[in-house]
């Protein structure tokens, strides 16, 4: 019973930790919401990336940074050093009914999408 019991306790608790690990060096990558245009002359477009998390448990806090890490890892792995942040929403996917548990919405989804850039 007592095994059972750590077994679940383990299982809910893994839910709340970052689907998604930063790769190491991927910290050092920014993500920003704009780039000045005197600073784009400098830089090289890489690769287009994007993320979505959600309806798995975890919450949208938690859902957020795992996209960032997803981010800054396919940067990191495309040569680049910033990420140009081009959508962050709460997605409210899921069919609308309202069912025992609360509204089937999915309160914690997240797509967030952006541009890699690296110095030329």
Do not use: W
């Amino acid at each position: 019973m007592k095994l059972s019991a750590l077994v679940m306790m383990a299982i809910i608790l893994s839910g709340c930790a970052t689907a998604i690990k930063l790769n190491p060096g991927a910290e050092k990558v920014k993500i920003v919401k704009h780039i000045l245009q005197k600073d784009l002359k400098s830089l090289e477009e890489v690769a287009f990336v994007e993320c979505e998390q959600g309806m798995n448990g975890r919450s949208r806090a938690i859902n957020i940074e795992a996209c960032e890490n997803k981010l800054r890892n396919e940067a990191l792995n495309n040569g680049g050093s910033i990420v140009l942040l081009k959508e962050k929403k709460q997605v409210r996917g899921g069919t609308g009914l309202l069912l025992a548990t609360g509204s089937s919405y999915c309160e914690n989804c997240i797509e967030m999408s952006g541009v890699i850039y690296k110095n030329k």
